[in-house]
């Protein structure tokens, strides 16, 4: 027998596919959706700033650089703060998210990460106690289209350029 050493060479390296930009109609479309959930949100009574932090919280999670840089700012435009934007990985361990908000980003977290059904029930029981019907499904909605976004951002490495200095 002979020792045989196969050399693989790594193809060149090539860009990535910005499926956002390659297939415009369906980004079109999921931009839509993610319009109506934010509408849903708003005619539920849903503060702009808890929609930024279900987006944020989600991207979190997701890993989505390109999502967290770009709804940070939204977050901040809203009036959030830095405190509270500083904390949201821990949010459960503080008491600076209301109810109404606590229970909007363990729904979104149940959202995002289906296969723990005991999470999942909390999450929902936990809605239902601070949430209406339309608040619950306007969450789950937003969620949704966060999660969507960031696997286009994600897949496509779209690029967080630095912010300009003042």
Known sequence: MSDVTTTVTAAPARRRVFVDKQTPAAFRAMRATADAAGEAAAEAG?????????????????????????????????????QRLGVLPAWRDTRLFTPQERAALALAEATTTPADAALQEEAYAAAREALTDEQISAVI??????NAFNRVSILSK?????????
């Open 158 to 166: 779209h690029p967080v350029r630095p912010a300009p200095t003042r």
């Open 141 to 146: 909605w937003v969620a949704i289209a966060i």
């Open 46 to 82: 849903l503060d702009r700033r808890l929609v930024e932090l279900v987006n944020l919280r989600v991207s979190q999670i997701n890993g989505c650089p390109y999502c967290l840089d770009v709804h940070t700012t939204a977050a901040l435009e809203a009036g959030e703060t830095t």
